[in-house]
């Protein structure tokens, strides 16, 4: 299946900077061997929705909210996001579950409220070092898989070990390839053939120097890149890598 290069951005940028990665991204997409989404803060979803229409660089969002409405002080809804313009929305990630004690339930509604509203969710996945330290990564993450994932989930998975998110530290390539090995087999084991076409990204201090040996793994369908994501010259690098 064709790769898929996703871009957090997490809480960095005005608009003005947004709007000049979202164009730099853009001017360098073309012919490149791989989709391309790019995920701003709330505020800048609209603008650079708007900004990127009709080109090869989608827009997502970080997180949503599992109400499509209500008084919920300071959330956004899917439905909310679905209308400014995204088509994707990152769900589960490890600073939500640990900033914000979103357990396994919290990310299964908000996939499930993703789903209804059209959105394509990217469910996270990931454990931390002393679970990877205490031999339970794979046993977390098939926990992770069947209480994040609605019976009817139509998505992306996202496989992001914990303690390598921004540290510049990466699991070794054949640990990214066991796990995403073990969300394959469980993908399919519960949802069938359409497990086998879910994409799964690797997370984790991607950067261009590694991006072409961790894309060439086995299940591996592209990668959710953090802090490389905010130069657009490392984020198409690593787009390139995917070929």
């Known amino acids: 299946m064709r790769p898929l290069i996703a871009g957090n951005w997490k809480m960095h940028g005005t608009l003005r900077e947004a709007g000049a990665l979202a164009e730099a991204v853009r001017a360098g997409a073309a012919g490149l061997p791989a989709d391309l989404l790019v995920c701003p803060p709330f505020l800048h979803v609209p603008s650079l929705a708007a900004l990127l229409a009709g080109g090869p660089v989608a827009v997502g969002a970080q997180d949503c909210h599992a109400a499509t409405k209500g008084a919920h002080t ?21 600073e939500r579950r640990a900033d ?4 396994d339930a919290v990310v299964r509604a908000k996939v499930q409220a993703a789903l209804a ?9 990931g ?26 989930f139509a998505g992306i ?12 530290r990466t699991p070794t390539e054949a640990d990214i390839a066991a796990i995403h090995a073990t969300i394959r087999e469980t993908l399919v084991a ?15 201090s991607m950067k261009p120097g590694n991006a072409k040996a961790i894309l060439a793994l086995p299940n591996v369908d592209g990668g959710l890149v953090g802090g490389a994501s905010l130069v657009s010259a490392d984020f198409l690098a690593i787009a390139a890598a995917a070929g």
Do not use: K, N
């Not at 300071?74 to 490890?94: F, Q």
């Open 190 to 204: 519960r949802f069938g053939p359409a497990g086998q076409g879910m994409r799964i990204l690797y997370g984790g």
């Open 74 to 94: 300071g959330d956004v809804s899917a439905p909310m996001l679905r209308d400014a313009g995204a088509t994707h929305v990152i769900l589960g990630h490890s």
């Open 157 to 168: 998975v996202a496989y992001e070990p914990v303690w390598a998110i921004g540290t510049g």
């Open 100 to 103: 914000h004690a979103e357990t």
């Open 127 to 152: 454990e931390t070092e002393a679970q990877r330290l205490g031999g339970e990564a794979e046993a977390v993450v098939r926990r992770q898989l069947a209480e994040s994932l609605p019976d009817d």
């Open 117 to 125: 509203a059209g959105l394509i969710p990217v469910a996270c996945v």
